[in-house]
């Protein structure tokens, strides 16, 4: 059974990630983890008096488990008890992942809108987490009205081809509500056209039937300024993105589209992990 590990901070974003995840457990029969990192302990104690910590972190997880449980009432939420669990952590969010996560383990975070100057100088926690983890990663705005896809927007680049294996999980988990799959990419110049329409056409007969497909390119740098705006009027579709062998923040195409839907904070992004 697939886990969909569901990263939450009790902000004004969490009721989305709730009614998503909820959603997702009755549609796709998934099993849920909450996750929750609790704030760091004032350094009030002298390190040594373990059993002094160890209280105050028991109390937390109990008020948090508290807090999780409000949410999911106020929300007028139930999940199937014997396939969902709660976990408020103490360590630091990225290190427990890396040893809690199984292979097929779908993580779901928010998306919350970055100021310029913020994003500059401290970046966010979305994308340290997309950059530190190798796992399929379901990122959403708490704008998002149809918390189950119906349109997948697969962005494609034939110098950087996409997790096959990933994509395919994806699909077996949400693909029977799939409609559409628009197959996108960016070019530089027209000399990449050919290429580009062949690599798309081939992704296409490899995804088979059973959706309808679009295919768009792309042309040159103000091909950023069209997608961004073109995806601020269709909230709901998800962007289905390759995580690259580097950051995602390194070259042009990186840099000036996935980093900056990250930082936006307002298209649902998947994130493929980078292949074995």
Request: one cysteine or more; hydrophobic letters at 40%; aromatic letters at 8%.
């Amino acid at each position: 059974m697939n886990r969909l590990v569901v990263l939450l901070d009790f902000s004004p974003y969490t009721p989305t990630q709730l009614r998503l995840a909820c959603s997702w457990q009755e549609i796709f029969n998934l099993d849920l983890v909450f996750v929750h990192k609790m704030d760091g302990i004032a350094p009030t104690l002298p390190i040594s008096n373990k059993k002094e910590i160890n209280e105050i972190i028991e109390f937390n997880k109990k008020e948090s488990n508290t807090k999780f449980l409000k949410c999911l009432e106020e929300g007028a939420l139930s999940p199937d008890s014997n396939k969902t669990s709660f976990e408020a952590v103490s360590s630091q969010l990225a290190h427990f992942l890396e040893g809690f996560l199984k292979p097929n383990d779908i993580v779901l975070l928010g998306l919350k809108g970055t100021g310029f100057l913020k994003k500059i100088l401290i970046g966010s926690t979305a994308t340290t987490l997309i950059n530190h983890l190798n796992h399929l990663i379901i990122a959403v705005p708490h704008t998002i009205d149809n918390t189950v896809p119906r349109k997948l927007v697969l962005s494609c680049q034939e110098k950087h081809p996409v997790n096959e294996t990933a994509l395919d999980a994806i699909l077996k988990t949400v693909g029977k509500e799939i409609k559409e799959i628009e197959l996108l990419t960016i070019i530089e110049n027209k000399k990449e056209l050919e290429s580009s329409n062949q690599y798309l056409e081939q992704m296409r007969s490899k995804l088979g039937g059973g959706y309808k497909y679009k295919i768009s390119i792309y042309e040159n740098k103000d091909a950023f300024g069209e997608i961004k705006m073109r995806f601020s009027k269709c909230l709901d579709d998800f962007i289905v993105l390759q995580k690259g062998s580097r950051n995602l923040d390194d070259k042009l195409f990186r840099r000036f589209f996935i980093n900056d839907l990250i930082h936006d904070g307002n298209t649902p992004l998947i994130i493929l992990p980078t292949p074995d």
